[in-house]
């Protein structure tokens, strides 16, 4: 495409954006996108082959969460100007709408590196005119089962996506075997991501964990601690290019899945040329992103509650993250299970999730809250070998169970909300957080 | 004399979509809760049934891989026990997969049309000029009124009980029932066994077959222990037999919430 013809379509995505905004119709995050999308498809291979260097970073969970890792690392490297889409916005119109936003009149983009969170059904449509240098693939769970069909086609969507960029370094996680063998065949260089085999062995993946073959290079974390503050200290060690050895790393993400987004942060950051120290500082600096593991507080009079968001999208993040809640001593618990389209239209994966490890924590009390909420209630007394001493509350309106979760808890309190998609945005909006906050 | 029951969990690795293990999570604290004494075994492939062994049979769906990797030891090793079993007046519950695969035909994911063990006299054919997609969404149905009237014998004590099922559907086969087979349900909101018959799921003696996940037992306690009647029934040979009347507070608001949200009658 021309670069000319991008000017007018630029100037009416941002005089779109701009008119949005004003209404007060949304961020103005997808619709740009999506009609220069639709009616100017060349638009976007003419923005991004103006970007040296290009990540994308897909999978079921932890996409965000290892995009703003590395994003956080790559900020501190002098030089590097660098472009993300917004959280969530990871179909080809949200990416679109970025690099839209951030091209100037004339189409350009100033921009070195793009880091992109691709959702998996779109990495085969865009990876052929993105041509990525990294290709990262996080996991593949079941997610949202009830949208795509089946998680073997997602798999093999991803697949047809690599397929595509026969340059492009793979970064998969070397546990999950269905992304272990995703360039199986293909010519890709892989690297693989690994928890030492204790830590391991706790992840529900599909199938019998992945072992890592002598010839497959890539990073292990092992001595994983998880702090009571829910930040979380590992060592890294094994081969990229060159032998690597990082014996103390810290996150601010609690869990064994952000230990892996550490690892492929780590991992692209070092493939992308950035040195250790940079690397594990922007690590240590970096803000969970957002529903995962970030503390919002509210604040009224002199009393403060801190709300604990982390996110549940699929069994496999619902049950990890009950993993963490075994640690908390008079744990508080908020559950906000919502069943619009982007949490799933079927609750059924709720009796997928592991609710049983709640018996080995210390509970307080819980409180069900969303659309939902009653199936969870349901969940629960079939969980629950004891009922908690209070009993489990049931509250649909989120604006009622945060009023009232506050109006339970003492001062300076933590209480833990696990949402699913649609209920974490409005959690954060009633306390005063939009989308845009990356 | 307390009571006993063995529950079989057909293929619980490979046929284990969409929640279907919380029907098992339901029939075994239910079982707990009444006081009946309940083990669940598991059979996967490779393994073989002992006829006369189980008292409920429980079988999911899977994803198309999976449920094509099932297919012949299905009929192998597991037919012959499931025959037998369910011909002797066995409780049977098949979901989605497991539903079809009881039938004479099942949808395989290319859209062919595979044997299955012809127990119950239902076919399932590809979707054809009718149905465009995947029949996806809030299934709320009614209770065939046999069914319901069954119900309220099954009970120590007097106890609501709902005359509808509600659950959530994601199948693209297209369910036909033959002679000698009723409906479980008739449909309220959502598709059920095909997209113009109105009616859902299936029975014939003690197989029962449905296209509710949700999971379908969790906020159908009814029917759930209405399985487990049957079941306590056949193997004490005890038609007076009754079950205690537990709570169900919040199953029911769960249950109720759902008819009122997703069904349109």
């Not at chain 1, 999308?37 to 970073?57: C, D, E």
Request: glycine share 8%; hydrophobic share 40%; aromatic share 8%.
């Amino acid at each position: 495409m021309n670069q000319l013809l991008l000017i007018p379509i630029v100037a009416f995505a941002k005089l779109l954006t701009w008119v949005l905004k004003l209404s007060g119709r949304g961020s103005g995050t997808a619709l740009p996108g999506y009609l220069v999308g639709k009616y100017f498809p060349s638009a976007l291979g003419a923005l991004v082959s103006q970007i040296p260097i290009i990540v994308a970073i897909t999978g079921t969970n932890g996409k965000t969460t290892t995009q703003t890792m590395l994003s956080a690392t790559l900020s501190r490297v002098p030089g590097v100007k660098m472009l993300r889409n917004k959280a969530g916005a990871n179909l080809s119109q949200g990416i679109l709408s970025e690099l839209l936003k951030q091209s100037n009149v004339w189409g350009r983009l100033d921009v070195t590196h793009a880091i992109l969170e691709v959702e998996e059904a779109t990495l085969p449509r865009i990876a052929a005119l993105l041509q990525p240098q990294i290709i990262a693939v996080t996991n593949l769970y079941r997610d949202q089962l009830d949208a795509y069909g089946e998680i073997d086609r997602t798999e093999k969507l991803i697949r047809d996506g690599i397929a595509q960029c026969p340059q492009a370094v793979v970064v998969v996680n070397g546990d999950d075997p269905r992304t272990a063998r995703l360039t199986n065949g293909l010519g890709n260089r892989t690297y693989f991501m690994s928890l030492a085999a204790d830590y391991a062995k706790f992840l529900p993946y599909e199938g019998a964990l992945h072992q890592r073959q002598p010839q497959e290079a890539g990073l292990e974390a092992s001595q994983i601690r998880i702090n009571p503050d829910l930040t979380t200290d590992f060592a890294i060690h094994g081969t990229l290019a060159e032998a690597v050895e990082m014996p103390q790393v810290r996150t601010a993400s609690p869990g064994f899945f952000h230990v892996y987004n550490a690892l492929m942060a780590i991992a692209m950051a070092k493939l992308l040329g950035v040195a250790d120290d940079t690397a594990l500082t922007g690590l240590q600096t970096f803000k969970p992103a957002f529903g995962r593991g970030e503390i919002l507080t509210k604040q009224v009079g002199a009393k403060q509650v801190h709300y604990r968001l982390l996110l549940v999208k699929n069994p496999a993040s619902f049950s990890l993250s009950l993993e963490l809640l075994k640690a908390i001593p008079a744990l508080k618990l908020v559950l906000a299970i919502n069943d619009n389209t982007a949490d799933g239209k079927d609750v059924s994966w709720l009796w997928d999730s592991e609710l049983e490890r709640l018996n080995q924590a210390q509970i307080d009390w819980i409180l069900c809250t969303g659309i939902r909420a009653k199936d969870m209630a349901v969940r629960l007394k079939y969980a629950l070998d004891t009922p908690p001493p209070e009993p489990i509350l049931t509250l649909e309106p989120i604006r009622e169970a945060l009023a009232r979760s506050f109006d339970t808890a003492a001062a300076g309190e933590t209480i833990f909300v696990m949402p699913t998609y649609t209920a974490m945005l409005e959690f954060r909006k009633l306390m005063g957080k939009t989308l845009d906050i990356v | 004399m307390p009571y006993a029951l063995t529950l079989t969990h057909l293929y619980p690795d490979h046929l284990n979509l969409y929640g279907d293990t919380g029907n098992l999570i339901v029939l075994k604290r239910r079982c707990q809760w009444m006081g009946i004494d309940c083990t669940v075994q598991s059979l996967t492939m490779g393994d073989r049934p002992t006829p006369g062994h189980t008292d409920l049979y429980f079988m999911g769906g899977g994803q198309d891989n999976d449920q094509v990797a099932v297919v012949d030891d299905f009929h192998q090793l597991k037919a012959d026990a499931i025959q037998a079993d369910t011909g002797a007046g066995t409780v049977f519950l098949g979901v989605c997969g497991g539903y079809q695969l009881m039938g004479h035909t099942f949808l395989m994911g290319n859209g062919e049309e595979t044997p299955g063990l012809g127990i119950i006299n239902v076919r399932t054919k590809a979707p054809g000029t009718e149905v465009k997609q995947r029949c996806i969404g809030n299934l709320v149905v009614e209770l065939s009124s046999t069914i319901h009237t069954e119900m309220t014998t099954m009970y120590a004590a007097p106890k609501p009980i709902p005359r509808t099922l509600v659950g959530f559907e994601n199948h693209s086969g297209q369910t036909y029932l033959g002679e000698g087979v009723t409906p479980l349900a008739k449909t309220i909101t959502g598709f059920g066994n095909n997209a113009t018959a109105e009616y859902e799921g299936a029975r014939y003696r003690n197989v029962f077959g449905s296209y509710m996940h949700g999971s379908l037992l969790p906020k159908n306690p009814h029917f759930a222990d209405y399985l487990i009647w049957l079941a306590l029934r056949r193997k004490y040979g005890d038609d007076a037999l009754t079950l205690p009347a537990l709570g169900d507070r919040e199953e029911l608001e769960a249950h109720h919430y759902a008819v009122q949200r997703y069904g349109r009658g």
